[in-house]
């Protein structure tokens, strides 16, 4: 029974694999094989997909602008997250469970729900179809999350370190810098993980707030689809390079990657 | 952790706060207003009460949409969490793997949501797809585009593939925690799997189970991309869940009033569950 125990994450890695090498291996043929035939991997092998994607700026800006919005929205959501979980995790203060509900309530909000309103929003204070647009509308729910996990974080590190610290003299933000900031690195590296995550993969939102200039990669990919006929080639190769940045940016978290989804409450 | 008593925290909280106020009360204030009043178009808006609330609450195809969503959601739990927790059974605390489990397994969770609704859509189509060729060559009449059966088990089958890494990583994160010192005591009293499973593991993983259920729940009843670009809702309307019906409604229609009502209801559904499973998990945590 034990022996055999390692069949089950094969069996289930294998599952997760095979749709994404699909994908992968429709990317490498061309339009005649994959509308013609049915094989397994690519016959005519090709890169021409990839090349038109990596030559032509309507498809490979796409993939700037999305990774222009998420890193301006990882660094304001993590930014903004620090000294509220900061406070959440050390002090008392009128309100504070109800706002910290409150905050998870807006993670909870479908993007459906917000997706006329916001285009109506940021059209009137004139940031339609800007990075900066898209990386605001992100914080509504990456906010919440960072707060979160940063509070998990820091609630793990026992307050004794901030009183030695006032003892041996140190202000607060210099404190706050010097000390605290390090001590929870891996948080504040999990949380932006996750703030780029979700921002990432978020399609609804992007998609309405944007037009021209700061059209993300998914949303050229469904505009693609539907008016240029059907390139499943290109497309297929369109999303197999969206899979690279994630698989990148897990392996610099996967120690954490778990206590993460666990918003910090392992 | 005792807390100290301190008014000034405030001024930590101020940023986040006006950031999603500006985001989440700005927007909410005007799904509000817009469920309240009638407009023929022209930019004149007119009181209408509770109108617009009564025509969803009675409409049919709002129940219908809310039925779909109840089933998709109860199903992905049912089947989501103990396979989840299974696998994080299964999977080796030690060595060289672990890293390799753990980057592989949260790789779906990193793909943009349209890409693995088009990457299933590739996947399960019956002519060019792999799932498609294979089921159809084993004796299974499927069409996802056609048959509504085969469109609610490609969803439920892309949702799994999707999110279990969740609930595994979770879980998993949960088993490391449990300190040695507990299997060790278990093992002198011979206690078999089943009952470390039972008295050891499982209340070990309360917590964390809590909030995956949570974040599970809140998620597929948002969900809307996935679907959307996987089978758009069809064939008809089998698969039209509560976020794809809104969005048709709100931005294909344009029917502001009950799009608005609908989306104020859908979003206190999902606020009265979620507070009961955060009231759960905070009840929880106070006991430990």
Sequence with gaps: MTRFRFLVPTLYILFLMLPIYWLVNMSFKTTNEILGTFTLWPVEFTFENYEKILTDP??????????????????????????????????????????????????????????????????????????????????LFNIPLAVWILEGFMSGVP?????????????????????????????????????????????????????????????????TASTSGYELGLLAAAGSLTIIPGAFVIYFVRNYIAKGFALGRV | ???????????????????????????????????????????????SGVMWFEQVLRSERFHDALGRQLFFTFMILVIEVPLGVAIALAMPRKGPWVSVCLVLMALPLLIPWNVVGAMWNI?????IGLLGRMLNGMGFDYN?????????????????????????????????????????????DGARSWAILRYIQLPKLKRVL??????????SFNIYTEPFVLTGGGPGNA??????????????????????????????????????????????????
């Design chain 1, 58 to 139: 309507t498809w490979y800006m796409g993939y700037v602008n999305s990774l222009i919005y998420v890193s301006i929205n990882t660094v304001l959501s993590v930014g903004a997250a620090l000294p509220a979980a900061y406070a959440f995790s050390r002090y008392r203060f009128v309100g504070d469970k109800h706002l910290f509900f409150w905050l998870l309530t807006n993670r909870m909000a479908p993007a459906a729900v917000f997706a006329l309103p916001f285009f109506q929003l940021y059209s009137a204070v004139g940031l339609f179809d800007t990075h900066l647009a898209v990386a605001l509308a992100h914080t």
């Design chain 2, 210 to 219: 809590t909030i995956a259920i949570l974040l599970r729940f809140m998620d």
């Design chain 2, 123 to 127: 996947f399960a189509l019956p002519d």
């Design chain 2, 239 to 288: 698969t039209t869940l509560l976020s794809i019906d809104l969005v048709k409604i709100a931005l294909g229609q344009f029917d502001l009033g009950p799009a608005a009502a609908m989306s104020l209801v859908y979003f206190l559904i999902i606020l009265l569950l979620s507070w009961i499973f955060y009231t759960l998990m905070m009840r929880n945590e106070a006991q430990q």
């Design chain 2, 144 to 188: 996802f585009t056609r048959q509504p059966f085969s469109a609610w088990f490609t969803l439920i089958l892309m949702d799994v593939w999707h999110w279990t890494s969740l609930v595994v990583l979770l879980t998993y994160a949960g088993l490391v925690s449990i300190p040695d010192a507990y299997y060790q005591a278990a093992k002198i």
């Design chain 2, 1 to 47: 952790m005792n807390k100290t008593e301190n008014q000034k925290a405030w001024l930590f909280v101020l940023p986040v706060v006006l950031l999603v106020a500006f985001n989440a009360i700005i927007p909410l204030m005007t799904v509000v207003n817009y469920s309240v009043q009638e407009t023929f178009g022209d930019n004149t808006f007119f009181w």
């Design chain 1, 159 to 223: 307050k004794e370190l901030d009183e030695t610290a006032y003892v041996d003299g140190y202000s607060f933000g210099r404190f706050f810098v010097k000390i605290f900031i390090p001590t929870i690195a891996a948080g504040i590296g999990v949380a932006a993980f996750f703030c780029f995550m979700f921002s990432w993969v978020e399609l609804l939102l992007a998609k309405t707030l944007t037009a021209v200039d700061a059209k993300p990669i998914a949303a050229t990919m469904t505009r």
